[in-house]
């Protein structure tokens, strides 16, 4: 008879590094925006990007230049879902037993390759101790450390965005429909409900 194996999903996590490099430069977005040897705006620009960036990778549940994460388990399941992509590795696994931490075997577990949500499979089973974020997973998501490793078409979601907010700063509302029109045409979402994300971070009223 066929086991059954339990799944559940990582939740909860803790960025431990992020990006070191956003996923388009300073001069990409000044040449589409026709400001190249003009640095009046290069600090306004910079925010810009990191908004455009941020709202990017929550609305299609993909990191886009990699970070190094800390995920937390309650309890033991043969198979995990990660909610980060795009997994590239594996760093560690450990578990509290008798409230010490020790480290699975990477031998004993391996993930599956994928663009989407990735997923977690052991192959042998461990007791950890009941007790919240009992299991501790550190990994690494992302499409890569360079920025050329991002798909075309997320690149060109975040500099059209990064041009939007530019040229309409301060309109939440439009702000906000205009990213989900972008995204929704520019990229494939993992997961629909990220499309209500607020838009509040997006009001651009400066201080």
Not at 137 to 164: C, D, M, R
Request: hydrophobic share 35%; net charge neutral.
């Amino acid at each position: 008879m066929q086991t059954i194996r339990k799944m559940q999903t990582i939740n909860n996590y803790i960025l431990i590094q992020p990006a070191l490099i956003q996923p388009i430069t300073l001069d990409e977005a000044k040449e589409r925006l026709r400001l190249i040897g003009n640095s009046d705006f290069d600090a306004e620009l910079t925010r810009l990007i990191n908004v455009a960036t941020e709202y990017c990778e929550k609305i299609t549940g993909r990191d886009l230049i990699n970070k190094t994460w800390l995920g937390f388990l309650d309890y033991f399941d043969y198979i995990v879902e990660f909610r980060k992509s795009k997994l590239q590795s594996i760093n560690s696994i450990k578990y509290y037993q008798n409230n010490v931490l020790q480290i699975v075997n990477p031998a004993s577990y391996y993930f599956e390759k994928s663009n989407e949500y990735a997923k977690l499979v052991f192959t042998e089973s461990f007791n950890p101790d009941e007790r919240l974020q009992t299991i501790e997973i550190e990994f690494i998501s992302g499409y890569g450390t360079l920025a050329n490793q991002i798909p075309h078409s997320l690149k060109e979601a975040v500099i059209s965005f990064v041009s939007w907010l530019y040229n309409n700063n301060g309109d939440c509302a439009e702000e906000s429909e205009m990213a989900n029109k972008l995204l929704d045409r520019k990229s494939t979402r993992l997961n629909s409900s990220h499309a209500n994300i607020s838009y509040a971070v997006f009001c651009l009223k400066k201080k």
